[in-house]
């Protein structure tokens, strides 16, 4: 990733955009929050609500955009980085609209927080990255170093489910599907950050500002 850590510069309409979207995650995580406490009790339903990939994401894109507008310099707020959360976000977006949409209905609380998570903020966030986010330096090699967010999820929610017997998302349980399923899931669940991750660059590479010409 970049070697020098500076500050991003946001106009008016960024900030505010960006702002907005550090709201509605914020939000629809204590919202999220709140409804796993009532449900599960306080320690219990902190941690399993905590163990799911899309809250993490949104807790990632929460973080990121409120240091962003805050003018940290740092790994948080590195064109990278950045651009990274912009292809987690959105995948969390589409696997829920295309995979787990239609298997449950939330009410209430409940239904106000799922689609704050996983609507209102990936299109947010991702509408300020394409529009807003500082461009250049991203690395055609970046997107396999992205892997290793989802990577790490992915074990991480198999040993959960071996150990507690509760598996987070269908397209994971090794009870139901078997290892050798759930690991081709895995893997093309890795093959769609990867690609997304390249489709982000080329969009980098794409809307950077061009270099004017020498005399």
């Known amino acids: 990733m970049e070697a020098v850590d500076v500050p991003v510069r946001l106009p008016r309409a960024g900030r ?13 995580l204590v919202l999220q929050l709140g409804v ?17 990939f899309t809250v993490l994401t949104n807790l990632l ?23 990274a959360v912009a292809v987690y976000i959105f995948v969390v977006g589409l696997i829920y609209s295309l995979l787990l949409r239609a298997l449950w209905a939330p009410t209430g609380w ?19 990255w394409l529009r807003y986010a500082p461009r250049g330096g991203l690395k055609w090699t970046q997107p396999l170093r992205w892997l290793g967010y989802p990577l790490a999820y992915y074990v991480f929610s ?10 987070l998302y269908p397209f994971a349980d090794v ?9 081709r899931n895995g893997a093309l669940l890795l093959v769609l950050f990867f690609v997304l991750g390249l489709i982000a660059v080329a969009a980098d590479l794409r809307l ?6 020498r005399a």
């Open 158 to 167: 198999l040993l959960l489910g071996a150990m507690s017997g509760r598996y």
């Open 36 to 52: 796993s406490v009532r449900a599960a009790g306080a320690l219990s339903g902190a941690l399993w609500a905590l163990c799911y």
């Open 208 to 213: 950077a500002p061009r270099a004017a010409p």
């Open 110 to 128: 409940h239904k106000l927080a799922d689609a704050g998570l996983h609507d209102v903020v990936p299109v947010l966030y991702v509408l300020w």
């Open 175 to 183: 009870t139901r599907l078997g290892f050798l399923s759930v690991a």
């Open 16 to 28: 505010l955009l960006l702002g907005l979207c550090a709201l509605c995650a914020w939000l629809g």
């Open 61 to 83: 894109v929460a973080v990121v955009s409120t240091v962003t507008i805050a003018g940290h310099r740092g790994w948080l707020t590195r064109h990278g980085t950045l651009a």
